[in-house]
């Protein structure tokens, strides 16, 4: 059983930055893949990212070009996920996932996820 618990969202302005973070828990934690979705109002979840422990290498949707990073602190089992450059349509529920599937983890999808978070509520204001 993997818990996850995210935190940091909020309200900032158009450019600015906002820093996420997903602390996981839980006997089998260490060994998941963590992955960051986000749904906008109206919208389908769509994956942001995930940190591969496997290969320590992170997979990025195309459409952020650049804009977000995950880092990840083993000591804290944490995930963070730095956004920069935040637009009016990087406003959304943001959630913490993880898997045990390598599939899952390359191609950030939704489904293949075995734990998720209660999320947090990112709103960018223009």
């Known amino acids: 059983q993997v818990r996850l618990v995210e935190s940091g969202g909020g309200s900032v302005q158009t450019g600015e930055s906002l820093r996420l973070s997903c602390e996981a828990s839980?006997?089998?934690?260490?060994?998941?893949?963590m992955a960051w979705f986000r749904q906008a109002p109206g919208k389908q979840r769509e994956g942001v990212a995930c940190?591969?422990?496997?290969?320590?290498?992170?997979y990025y949707a195309e459409f952020l070009k650049g804009r977000f990073t995950i880092s990840q602190d083993n000591a804290k089992s944490t995930l963070d996920l730095q956004m920069n450059s935040l637009k009016p349509e990087d406003t959304g529920m943001y959630y913490c996932?993880?898997?045990?599937?390598?599939?899952?983890?390359?191609?950030?999808?939704?489904?293949?996820?075995?734990?998720w978070g209660s999320g947090t509520l990112v709103t960018i204001s223009s």
């Open positions: 839980g006997g089998t934690a260490s060994r998941a893949y």
């Open positions: 996932a993880a898997t045990f599937s390598d599939a899952a983890c390359r191609n950030i999808l939704g489904p293949g996820m075995n734990y």
């Open positions: 940190f591969h422990t496997g290969v320590g290498h992170t």
